[in-house]
């Protein structure tokens, strides 16, 4: 499918337009950000890598029946999925406290949660995503009670899903972060909500069962070295290295700082 005009370009992510006004295209970079694009580095082989490891998941997650955006991949960095309507929430789901838990609410790092903890975020870079109640959400209308109840239902289902998968590669799935998004029949009568956003290094937090070593975004982060490697080793134990003819083509694993800046 052809390339159309850029709908949009986010941190890690580029939309193109195709011919089918209900279809884009998206495009992984290899652009790693963190701290709301105060650190920012190019990590090559990232974008491919990502685009390979989300493919994998959305394809098991449709399988066991969750509705996805996902199509089809296209090549070694794009795929083509279905337009929807964004939610502006981020739906972050916690199995071990880490991150921003920890540094909020004062939890112990690496404490086991007794039952996955579902969090909402306000999706606005300049706000830096912040944490929201059920009741801003309602508040001011950017979903109804109705489509809350689907998506933290869907939302659990994946948790459980993914936290499957990943263990059976000896990875913890310790957190992640998704979004979901609204498609309608053609008469806009019916809609329907999906899983719209990828799954990758880049949005969960991954650590070896055994060692607890970081397999994420987490690298990038906290300047642990080796960010490629981590995501490499993610994409081996799922058994989707990217194909050896095209490993050439990218230069794998080199991090090329854009800008840091301290707060
Ligand atoms: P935390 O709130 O601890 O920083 O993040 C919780 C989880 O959500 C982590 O797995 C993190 O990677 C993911 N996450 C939260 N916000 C974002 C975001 O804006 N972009 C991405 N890619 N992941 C996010």
Redesign the pocket.
Known sequence: MNKGKKLYEG??KILYETKDKNIIIQHFKDDATAFNNLKKASVEGKGVLNNRISEYILTNLSQCGIKTHFIKRLNMREQLIKKAEIFPI?F?V?NIA????TKRLGIPEGTVLEKPLL?Y?FKKDELN?PLISKEHIFSFDWATEKEIQIIDRMTLRINDLLIGMFRGIGIKL????IEYGKTWNKDRRESEIILADEISP????LWDSKTEKKL???RFRKDLGNIIQGYQEVARRLGIMPEETNISEVNFGKTIPLKFKKK
């Open positions: 941190k890690a981020e972050i916690r880490t991150g921003s838990l969090e975020c995503d310790v957190d992640f972060k880049d949005t969960c937090r994420d975004k987490d």
